[in-house]
């Protein structure tokens, strides 16, 4: 799976191609942390929105999934993308440690790309709003 992805600024947001993978992937954590939250503030806390604009968020990322497609995203909603990709993997521990084949089959992704396209998130915005 690619996971590194370029941001451009574009006014106050960012503008990117982002891969039919890359945005399912996406889908996957939003709606995984939607569907677990058990109250619209837990939803908050761990991604600082509500159930509406995690919706809105998924449902403007939803598409064909065969195609690489260009975004506009502001800084909060790059926000709830990292902060969802990087809070479903604490959901598959167990006493015997982290349970990657469970994290595999309910998101359909490994761990090291959800943690990759984390990361390369926040470094597209470091290189894209660098001096």
Known sequence: MRTRIKLTRAGEAFRGRLTATQTDLMCEAL????GWASTDEALVVQLGADREEVGRLCDRLKGD?????????TSRELHVIHAALTAIAPMFLTNRGFSEEAFYNRTGFFR???????????????????P
């Open 112 to 130: 090291e790309n959800v943690d990759a396209m984390a990361s390369n998130i926040v470094s597209a915005v470091s290189e894209a709003t660098a």
């Open 65 to 73: 999934h065969r195609t690489t497609r260009e975004f506009t995203l």
């Open 31 to 34: 709606g995984m942390l939607d």
